[in-house]
Nanobody, 114 residues
Framework: QVQLVESGGGLVQAGGSLRLSCAAS????????MGWYRQAPGNQRELVAR???????VYADSVKGRFTISRDNAKNMVYLQMNSLKPEDTAVYLCNAMTWKHHWGQGTQVTVSS
C-alpha cells in the first residue's frame, strides 16, 4: 500500500503562485508514476500533471507553461509549482501514485481569487 499526504494549498490572488507538496510512504518501490489531479465542484477529476519514474512529464493543456511538476525520489516527494494562477485553477488538488492501481491523497484546497 502507498500513503500520500499533500500540503501547500491555500488562498491566492490571480497571478500569484503556490507550491504543492506530496509526501509518499509505504510501498514506494512499487510506484510507476506520480502526479497531480484536481477536482472543482460539479466537475470531473482531471489530470493536471504526471511524472513517471522513466520518461517525459505530461501536463494538461490548461496548465502548460504555468505549472511545473518535479519529483525528489530520495525524499519520496513530488511537487507542483503553480505560477500565474487563474480563478479557473480553483479546485481540490489531489496527489496520485500509480502502482498496479491508483493511490490518492486526501487533497488540498487551492482557491484563486480574481
Amino acid at each position: 500500500q502507498v500513503q500520500l499526504v499533500e500540503s501547500g494549498g491555500g488562498l491566492v490572488q490571480a497571478g500569484g503562485s503556490l507550491r504543492l507538496s506530496c509526501a509518499a510512504s509505504g510501498n514506494i518501490d512499487s510506484i510507476n508514476s506520480m502526479g497531480w489531479y484536481r477536482q472543482a465542484p460539479g466537475n470531473q477529476r482531471e489530470l493536471v500533471a504526471r511524472i513517471p519514474s522513466y520518461g517525459n512529464t505530461v501536463y494538461a493543456d490548461s496548465v502548460k507553461g504555468r505549472f511545473t511538476i518535479s519529483r525528489d525520489n530520495a525524499k519520496n516527494m513530488v511537487y507542483l509549482q503553480m505560477n500565474s494562477l487563474k480563478p479557473e485553477d480553483t479546485a481540490v488538488y489531489l496527489c496520485n501514485a500509480m502502482t498496479w492501481k491508483h493511490h490518492w491523497g486526501q487533497g488540498t484546497q487551492v482557491t484563486v481569487s480574481s
